[in-house]
């Protein structure tokens, strides 16, 4: 591979043996990736290959990223957008485009939201009010004020009925109704009845099991894996007493703060 290393303010690439073979002419640099680098020449950046050599059109933006899946995000101005390793854009004008997600970009223009497969073969234009990124292979997206979930081919298979929507984790969901928040598992059924004022996930107690939580804007929140002596939980099972205040909760498996409004 090579090496990014900086020459008199300038940044070039050697090889292994420490040789220059891209010579030190750029003001900044990224890594290889996919064969390709994006450098930057004064105020703008293009993309060289492995002898230096330009393969997609040079010099032109004032952002970009490195190649992943044949992709890579770019910035004209204010404005984003997605190009192949040609340089030709896949969408442009964007206002936004989120991280790789399970495959999938969460793009924004004219605060609208839509979808682009990382290979660039699928896509939903910008037609929704919100949306989350894909997790489980699910996506939370919002029209009319409702939230609901399509799947990976951008069909609707939860209907929008809810106020808020949060990801899927071990195949649960933090949703909200009228205010109250419940917990559905991934056919849209209640594993747990939007009776609570706040729904949060718990991080793991045994350290050695990792997860992670996601957390809307609305105060749910996505599950973290957790689980206690390798037993299974059983839905609905309350650890501490609502009527305390705070609560615990395990639905299968995974733990939720709450606080109940019953």
């Known amino acids: 591979g090579l090496c ?5 303010k300038k940044w070039g690439f050697i090889n292994k043996r420490g040789e220059m073979v891209i010579s030190p002419t750029f003001s900044k640099v990224k890594d290889f990736s996919e064969g390709l680098a994006a450098v930057k020449v004064g105020s703008v950046w293009g993309y060289i290959d492995r002898v230096g050599n330009y393969l997609v059109i040079p010099s032109r933006w004032l952002e970009a990223s490195s190649f992943r899946n044949g992709l890579a995000i770019v910035a004209d101005g204010p404005k984003k957008g997605i190009i192949y390793r040609s340089g030709e ?25 839509g979808y682009i497969r990382q290979d660039g073969r699928a896509f939903v234009k910008p037609k929704y009010e919100n949306a989350n990124d ?25 209907a929008r009925r ?11 969901a933090v949703v909200s109704e009228s205010g109250k928040y419940g917990i559905i598992d991934r056919t849209g059924s209640f594993r747990l009845r939007p009776i609570y004022k706040y729904l949060a996930a718990i991080p793991p107690i ?40 705070v609560s615990t909760i395990l639905v299968d498996g995974v733990a939720y703060s709450s606080t109940s409004s019953e």
């Open 4 to 8: 990014a290393v900086r020459v008199k």
């Open 89 to 113: 854009y896949i969408c442009r004008d964007l206002d936004s485009v989120g991280p790789l997600s399970n495959g999938f970009y969460c793009i924004e223009k004219g605060g609208r939201y």
């Open 134 to 158: 894909f997790s489980e292979g699910l996506a939370a997206v919002s029209q009319d004020k409702k939230w609901g979930y399509i799947d990976s081919s951008f069909k609707s298979v939860i």
């Open 162 to 172: 809810f106020s808020s929507a949060a990801d899927f984790h071990n195949g649960l």
């Open 206 to 245: 045994d350290t050695s099991v990792k997860g992670s939580s996601n957390e809307t804007s609305s105060g749910g929140a996505a599950g973290t894996s957790f689980s206690s002596s390798g037993a299974q939980a059983k839905a609905d099972t309350v650890t501490c007493s609502p009527g305390m205040g």
